[in-house]
């Protein structure tokens, strides 16, 4: 299965940033929506941040004010810069792609489901010590 690439994550004290990053590989290029989900050990995925085509980011309602998503095009990249961390943020870190060029959907969160995405990063692991 073709995944996206991602890089960044690791282990950091409470109150720290860190950035992570995603290469959106040709294949999911001219997506609507590109978002980042996150997973805790026995806990369901959960939505941390998204933006649409058109730039409008939009952010779970216990990272706003914390983390930015961002992306540049001219590397095809897309962030997602945690700051002001906490232990709650320890999760496993997806980047994600719809892949979907149509758009018709709702990007922003809370309503983005994450069975919209079509293309997926293998995840990377932040985890935040107190």
């Known amino acids: 299965q073709q995944r996206l690439v991602q890089s960044g994550g690791g282990s950091v004290q409470a109150g720290e940033s860190l950035t992570l990053s995603c290469v959106i590989s040709e294949y999911a290029y001219g997506s609507y929506c590109l978002g980042w989900f996150r997973q805790s050990p026995g806990k369901e995925r959960e939505g941390v941040a998204s933006?649409?085509?058109?730039?409008?980011?939009s952010y779970g309602e216990s990272v706003k004010g914390r983390f930015t998503i961002s992306q540049d095009n001219s590397k095809n990249t897309l962030y997602l810069q945690l700051t002001d961390v906490n232990p709650e943020d320890t999760a496993m870190y997806y980047c994600a792609a719809d892949g979907d060029w149509r758009g018709g959907y709702s990007c922003a969160l809370p309503r983005l489901e994450y069975w919209r995405m079509d293309y997926w990063g293998k995840g990377t692991q932040v985890t935040v010590s107190s």
């Open positions: 933006i649409d085509r058109d730039g409008r980011p």
